[in-house]
């Protein structure tokens, strides 16, 4: 059954859902559905219901209610990925799979060994694609939110603009090296639900020697990330892969 994201909520169970835009187009164009047809209406805060097709205009969709569910897809604790801006298409896929793997957040940010540069007039056609590619990852792993997507210019503008977060964690490939392998696993054990955590990731080229020492300044922590060397593509699903594991898996049936 297909799944949407909407943007509005509904004061009780006998309102109609009108449906838009995008979301129009899909299921009129693109799935080609019609009257009776059941979807996943996702809205605000989380709330999820199996909602049935009652009518289908020129340029709307009407839906009504038929069961609210109960869903529970979501990472206790809120995992930001900043990923130094990647060669070719390897964004489209960090994002597209930490999504499905439960990412809260993206904030691709010009690294210093980053090769790719962004004209400042196409930050945000670029941004509108790769929110895009959130929203669908997110319709199809069955999420309860799309990941947001946003930029920075730099490592120091992320991190000095971005100061909400309870934890904040660099990958850093010399210490993977060193056999580092505390910090991920602590903290998992020591975050509680709905703390926010950012977890860096360099480009291919890594962590510059500047950007390793803002990083120190301000006690953010470094973890390896096993004894393999990770590419840049492939970090953030080991980080997210092993925080899926952690509370889905392993903290509910051994606490």
């Known amino acids: ?15 109609p859902i009108r449906i838009t835009g995008e979301n129009f187009h899909h299921m009129t164009r693109v799935m ?12 605000p805060r989380n709330q999820t219901a199996i909602a049935k097709i009652i009518s289908i205009a020129a340029e709307e969709v009407m839906l009504n209610v038929d069961k609210w569910l109960n869903e529970d897809t979501e990472l206790p604790i809120q995992i930001t990925i900043a990923s130094g801006l990647p060669k070719g298409d390897k964004l489209e896929y960090i994002i597209q799979k930490s999504t499905e793997l439960g990412a809260h957040e993206f904030i691709p940010f010009k690294a210093e060994r980053s090769v790719v540069k962004w004209e400042e007039k196409k930050v945000t056609k670029k941004i509108d694609r790769l929110q895009k590619i959130a929203q669908e990852a997110a319709e199809q792993s ?20 971005n100061n909400q977060f309870d934890y904040i964690v660099v990958a850093y490939e010399e210490s993977a090296r060193e056999g580092e392998d505390r910090t991920l696993a602590s903290l998992f054990k020591e975050a509680v639900p ?13 962590i510059s020697e500047k950007e390793l020492h803002l990083l120190q300044e301000l006690n953010v922590k470094l973890a ?3 004894p393999r060397i990770l590419r840049t593509e492939t970090a953030p699903l080991y980080v997210l892969s092993a925080a899926s594991f952690y509370f889905d898996l392993y903290k509910n049936k051994n606490s």
């Open 194 to 206: 709905n703390q926010s955590v950012l977890v860096v990731f360099g480009p291919e080229g890594g």
């Open 32 to 43: 080609r559905m019609k009257e009776g047809d059941q979807v996943f209406i996702v809205f």
């Open 142 to 161: 069955h999420r309860t939110i799309v990941p947001k997507v946003h930029f920075a210019a730099s490592l120091k503008e992320l991190l000095l603009t």
């Open 1 to 15: 059954m297909q799944r949407y994201f909407i943007d509005k909520t509904i004061e009780n169970e006998q309102e």
């Open 224 to 226: 390896g990330l096993g």
